[in-house]
Each structure stands twice: as C-alpha cells, then as structure tokens.
C-alpha cells in the first residue's frame, strides 16, 4: 500500500515559504531592536560621561569638596558597570541573533514520545526513506 507524502506539493512548498518569510520578518525585527538597545545604551554612556565632565569642572571652579568627589567617582563606578554588563548582555544577544539568521532558511523538528510511539514512522514518511 503506497502513502500518500504530505511533505510535499504546492500546499507544503507555499506554507514552507510563509514559515520563511515570518522568520525573515522576526529577525528583522529583533535586529532592528538590538541596534536601538545598542545605540540608547551609547547615548547613556555619553550622556553620564558628559554629567561626570560638568561636575567635575564645576568642582574645579568652585574647589572640591568630599561630597562632590564621592559622587563623581560612585558615577564613574555606576557608568562603568552598567556599560560593562549591558554590553555583555547585548553581544550576547547579538552572537544569538547572528545564530539564528545563518539558520534562517534550515528548520529543525524534534520529535520526542515514549517507545513505539510512531517517531520513526514520521520520520520515514517525512523523509520519504524506510518503510511505513
């Protein structure tokens, strides 16, 4: 008895290529928000480094106290480690996203049952190898 190959067709190649195209759409997004996560923590940065450089030429002008040089040295503190981790969680991210966009256009099924469940039977309809 032969059987029938639902993997394949005009109906299975256009749903193949909408599951394609949301992929495409979804890592487009995520790109385009990791670069904006980028670029805000960049203007973060910027932002204290430009408050820590107008405290501290106010100190110099006014003369420094113990209170104006605690606060700029916990700001350089707080700055440097806020960078130092959101960087690391976004090249993180980043290195995720670049994992994903070379598997674009692979899909990967797992198939997971308890013994004698039918596991190998799809696989071998779906790969049309075997017998069924």
Do not use: W
Request: hydrophobic share 35%; charged share 25%.
């Amino acid at each position: 008895m032969a059987t029938e190959n639902f993997f394949s067709g005009p109906a299975y190649e256009d749903a193949l290529q909408k599951c394609a195209q949301v992929a495409k759409e979804d890592f487009e997004y995520s790109s385009r928000a990791l670069n904006s996560a980028f670029l805000s923590l960049q203007e973060f940065g910027t932002g204290l480094t430009q408050a820590i450089q107008s405290i501290q030429r106010k100190m110099i002008r006014e003369g420094e106290n113990k209170t104006t040089t605690d606060v700029v040295e916990d700001l350089g503190n707080i700055q440097k480690e806020l960078l130092n981790k959101n960087r690391y969680d976004l090249d993180s991210l980043q290195k995720a996203l670049q994992a994903k966009q070379r598997s674009l256009n692979h899909f990967s099924i797992a198939v997971m049952g308890r013994t004698k469940a039918g596991k190998s039977t799809l696989h071998s309809v779906v790969t049309g190898e075997g017998r069924c």
